[in-house]
């Protein structure tokens, strides 16, 4: 490594220069423009006649003029989102974002088009085509194209949803990013009285002082009841919509388009909760156990991420890059190899300062082939936990940059695969390399914690969102329900094993104004047991594991995610087998712990 210090500012100036007020930006657009007319008059052209080589030509042709199109649409799209991540109070943001959304709105309507003619194929005509040359490679997504134009509505039709969805959709999640973008919490610390962020605040929650954690906890709850009038009516109307659009469709389930999105049947969705639910006991017993260290009867939703002891376990920037970059190395050269890039280049903001939006992501600009990373870093185990997860996120891209483009596009829960991966080896190495029993319980707890959120916060999500979508159907569900609802999934999640819940959760949760993404909640879980599955066989394999941990993530835009396990692991994910064996894992380290602790 060249650097003995890493910047917790990120470059994106090297991408267009001038920020919200990029020149080369709005240049940028205007020939997004010029290739969206190229690819319309393409698409629109493209006849299918009896002349096989001339179809296959006609596809192959629209097929590069989508990719051009669809590779600056990510990268302008990947740019505007880290501006506003990174400065929530810029005006100018507002206006190129919904530039950015009007020209991806087109290019969704121009493919529906060329995606509709495609689904006019006979099927035997169709299996001729994708197994020529020219088609073969990206044969698996121009099937997913075809079936999902089958399962839509005519092409006049959903344009109008596109079309209408500016105003009348992505806008209420628009509402939501703004408003609490705005909110300040009342903190005050050794200068006086000040205030913080939601993302700041978040962040006292994993602090020591009980008396602070619940004084700021209590703070964010009173202005999520403040705004909540405001956020009820955006989940209403997001939801009122995509459930409008789910019936003209015919999809009389609101799973149907993320388990579509996902790649992955019912079956499989059903089977990992069960394993989930088999294995929340001793989770459970977990929480009662952190109760009786933390001095307290039962846990409340702000003692969750409480640290347990006072040993310091905190890594200031460059010593949790440095850790990471080392503990990539001991499974994969190659993750390293992608880390050092990552932390030279500049390519991670978590500088802790206010205006930032909460929460993390990793986002990649497609036109560039780089990857840019964003969170707020404090120096904690669960923040060097983080940085490594989103870094995982990133070698996915890495990894799959010399595939065919439209093979690159990965669902979202094999997305949290690579990343909980990446995680995995970051939190066992701490563990492993604790140099006291009280350091290795607090870094067992840490670790401990995304099993809890996994089993039980994302279950709460999960459960809540169900049922709120069943009632929406009804007709508009009152923010006193929305807490009721949200309540009751929480208490059923977590085994009625807290004191005090968060019944404002769903309007302090951005996944649920997400309206590009359905049920954005179950992949998280998903590809946390399904690394663990792949954690598995890495371990027992050691380094030369690398390779089939590659191809295996090479593969995950190309098929489903059944065919993906079968492949590669030899697994049936519709079964419970693998879910049980992957959630087992977790209870290792809750066994760990309960011994440890014991005497404490």
């Not at 590779?71 to 989102?81: D, G, N, R, T």
């Not at 290019?107 to 088009?113: A, C, I, Q, Y």
């Not at 977990?286 to 001095?295: S, T």
């Not at 390293?336 to 978590?350: D, H, L, N, S």
Request: glycine share 4%; net charge negative.
């Amino acid at each position: 490594m060249t650097h003995t210090t890493y910047t917790e500012v990120w470059d994106l100036e090297s991408f267009f220069e001038g920020g919200s007020q990029s020149q080369s930006f709005q240049n940028y657009l205007e020939q997004i423009d010029i290739l969206m007319e190229e690819f319309a008059s393409l698409a629109n052209d493209m006849q299918i006649t009896e002349n096989e080589e001339h179809t296959i030509n006609s596809i192959g042709q629209v097929l590069r003029s989508s990719e051009e199109v669809f590779k600056k649409l990510m990268q302008a799209s990947a740019f505007v989102s880290c501006l506003k991540a990174e400065n929530t109070v810029d005006p100018l943001v507002e206006r190129l974002q919904m530039q950015v959304m009007q020209q991806s709105s087109t290019f969704s309507t121009v493919l529906l088009t060329f995606q509709n003619k495609l689904a006019l194929i006979g099927n035997d005509e169709w299996k001729q085509y994708v197994s020529s040359k020219t088609l073969t490679p990206v044969a698996f997504v121009l099937d997913e194209w075809r079936q999902m134009a089958q399962e839509k509505l005519s092409i006049q039709e959903e344009d109008l949803i596109q079309s209408l969805s500016m105003d009348g959709f992505h806008s209420w999640g628009e509402l939501y990013h703004t408003t609490v973008s705005m909110i300040a919490i009342p903190y005050e610390d050794e200068n006086g009285q000040t205030t913080l962020s939601v993302g700041q605040a978040n962040n006292i929650m994993g602090q020591s002082n009980a008396a602070l954690r619940e004084k700021v906890f209590n703070q964010m709850e009173q202005a999520w009841e403040e705004k909540s009038p405001i956020f009820a009516k955006a989940l209403n109307h997001i939801a009122g919509y995509r459930l409008m659009a789910n019936k003209k469709r015919g999809w009389n389930s609101p799973l149907k388009e993320p388990l579509l999105n996902n790649r992955m049947k019912e079956e499989t969705l059903h089977s990992m909760w069960a394993a989930v639910e088999k294995y929340k006991e001793p989770v459970t017993r977990y929480l009662e156990r952190k109760a009786k260290l933390l001095g307290v009867n039962k846990l409340s939703w702000f003692d969750l991420d409480a640290p347990i002891g006072k040993v310091d376990t905190k890594k200031d920037f460059t010593a949790g890059a440095k850790f990471i970059i080392e503990q990539f190395g001991t499974f994969s050269p190659l993750m390293k190899t992608f880390a050092v890039q990552a932390f030279e280049g500049r390519w991670i903001e978590a500088e802790n300062r206010p205006n930032k939006r909460p929460g993390g992501f990793h986002t990649y600009f497609a036109d560039s082939g780089q990857s840019r990373i964003f969170m707020t870093y404090s120096g904690t185990p669960s923040n060097v936990s983080t940085l490594a997860h989103e870094l995982g996120h990133g070698f996915h891209s890495f990894v799959m940059k010399d595939i065919p483009f439209f093979n690159r596009k990965y669902a979202m829960n094999v997305a949290e695969t690579a990343s909980t991966f990446a995680e995995l080896i970051v939190a066992d190495a701490s563990v492993r390399q604790a140099e006291t029993k009280m350091e290795k319980v607090i870094l067992l707890d840490d670790k401990i914690s995304r099993t809890v959120t996994m089993f039980m916060n994302i279950h709460a999500r999960y459960l809540f969102e169900t049922a709120f979508y069943e009632e929406r159907k009804k007709g508009t569900v009152t923010r006193e329900r929305l807490n009721e609802l949200m309540t009751s999934a929480q208490k059923q999640a977590y085994g009625h094993s807290l004191e005090h819940y968060h019944p404002y959760f769903w309007a302090s949760k951005l996944h649920f104004y997400n309206t590009h993404t359905p049920f954005y909640q179950f992949p998280y879980t998903f590809g946390y047991l399904f690394s663990l599955g792949i954690y598995k066989q890495a371990q027992e394999v050691g380094p030369s594991y690398e390779k089939k941990y590659v191809n295996l993530l090479k593969d995950t835009g190309s098929m489903t995610v059944e065919s993906l396990a079968m492949k590669h692991l030899n697994e049936d994910l519709t079964k419970p087998d693998f879910w049980e064996n992957a959630a087992s894992l977790c209870i290792k380290d809750i066994e760990e712990f309960m011994q440890l602790t014991t005497s404490l």
